[in-house]
């Protein structure tokens, strides 16, 4: 199995190679934002959304916190903070999951 570091150092990569535009905030790898448009051909589509990302040193094995920084309302997401309140990300979470935020 890899380091923890590695783990965090490769997701980071191949989100940072994907179709999604990511800034990183403080010069890290541990904390960005991702800007990402809505499914062409969907409801979605011209829709921009925008969310923080933090990863905890213990990445993988805690979860990333992660918030929305532009108004959406969804049932799992917190109206007020963003912040995404979904089970797997947080109480549920295994270092078996691959790109929870993408």
């Known amino acids: 199995m890899s380091s923890p570091s590695k783990r965090r ?7 940072m190679m994907s179709d999604y535009t990511v800034e990183t905030i403080n ?3 541990t904390e960005f934002n ?13 829709g921009v959304w925008k ?8 990445y993988p094995y805690k979860s990333p916190s992660i918030g929305f920084l532009n108004k959406i309302f969804h049932p799992n997401v917190d109206e007020l903070s963003g912040s995404v309140c979904l089970d797997v990300i947080n109480q549920s979470w295994s270092p078996m999951f691959g790109n929870a935020y993408c």
Do not use: C, N, Q, T
């Open 9 to 15: 150092d490769m997701d980071v990569m191949k989100l």
């Open 27 to 29: 010069d890290g790898i």
């Open 34 to 46: 991702v800007e990402f448009h809505g499914p062409k051909e969907s409801l979605y589509e011209g």
């Open 51 to 58: 969310i923080r990302v933090e990863l905890p040193d213990a």
